[in-house]
């Protein structure tokens, strides 16, 4: 492992400025003295933002079929006139990408064993699960509501977003009852964050009962945090969180 390793992007990006939000698909950002439409990967809340003036970054696609041929892909709780920017991404589509990128050159040796195979979207019980590595199973969850700026709400329905996290907590705690495999669920960052901790309220609702009992029937849980640049993602860290 190698810190000269990280995930390039095939193109650098873009920074702009967001001015504005006019619904949940879209925003419309500054990019190099002109206004430009730009697709928004995440359709809820984002923090307490106005959107007035806030930095991102932004790619942009050869695909002519496309509505907008942007996408944001990070923002920064700086202002527009900060040198120093600290980029968060937002976009939870690409999550599996970068850690497949870093499962494949051995940057998880605790979690990850070297030279398996690592096949995606695999299925046990109800659930398509991200990665399967040889015996384990690993479900990447993207954390969205922990940035520094405010709360950064799913791009899902509620109901929708928990009744999946449910099931998957429970298909995985039934494999390693059953199978005696290993499965791990992994709380993704796409920068530097603090440990996650489960909300005091957390431990007597259906998904603190549901992640509780997976994980004291050996489910692991464990967070990384990556670093988002213009050029592409870099890793900085993994390690184990004790939930409950």
């Known amino acids: 492992?190698?810190?000269?390793?990280?995930?390039?992007f095939e193109k650098e990006l873009q920074e702009a400025v967001i001015v504005a939000r006019?619904?949940?698909?879209i925003m419309e950002i500054i990019l190099d003295g002109k206004k430009e439409k730009a697709h928004c990967p995440v359709t809820g809340k984002i923090g307490r933002f106005d959107f007035k003036s806030v930095p991102c970054l932004v790619s942009c696609s050869s695909n002519t079929k496309r509505k907008t041929r942007f996408t944001v892909e990070a923002i920064s709780p700086q202002d527009s006139h900060s040198k120093r920017k600290q980029w968060i991404g937002i976009?939870?589509?690409?999550?599996n990408d970068y850690i497949a990128f870093f499962l494949e050159n051995n940057f998880f040796p605790k979690i990850s064993v070297k030279d398996k195979d690592i096949e995606r979207e695999k299925t046990i019980g109800n659930s398509r699960i991200d990665f399967k590595i040889g015996n384990s199973y690993l479900e990447v969850k993207t954390l969205v509501n922990n940035i520094p700026f405010g709360s950064l709400e799913t791009n899902q329905n509620p109901v929708t977003s928990l009744g999946r996290l449910i099931k998957h907590?429970?298909?995985?705690?039934?494999?390693?009852?059953k199978e005696k495999g290993r499965a791990v669920v992994l709380l993704?960052?796409?920068y530097k964050?603090?440990?996650f901790e489960a909300p005091k309220n957390s431990q007597n609702t259906e998904v603190g009962k549901t992640v509780r009992k997976a994980?004291?029937?050996?489910?692991?849980?464990?967070?990384?945090?990556l670093k988002f640049?213009?050029?592409?993602?870099?890793?900085?860290?993994?390690f184990k969180l004790d939930l409950f």
């Not at 492992?1 to 390039?8: A, R, S």
């Not at 976009?91 to 999550?95: D, F, L, P, V």
């Open 193 to 195: 964050a603090i440990p």
């Open 169 to 177: 907590f429970s298909d995985l705690e039934k494999y390693v009852k």
């Open 91 to 95: 976009n939870q589509g690409k999550s």
């Open 188 to 190: 993704c960052n796409q």
């Open 1 to 8: 492992m190698t810190k000269n390793i990280f995930y390039k």
């Open 215 to 225: 994980t004291s029937s050996g489910v692991e849980n464990w967070q990384v945090n």
């Open 229 to 238: 640049t213009k050029k592409g993602v870099y890793f900085i860290e993994y």
């Open 22 to 25: 006019p619904n949940r698909f």
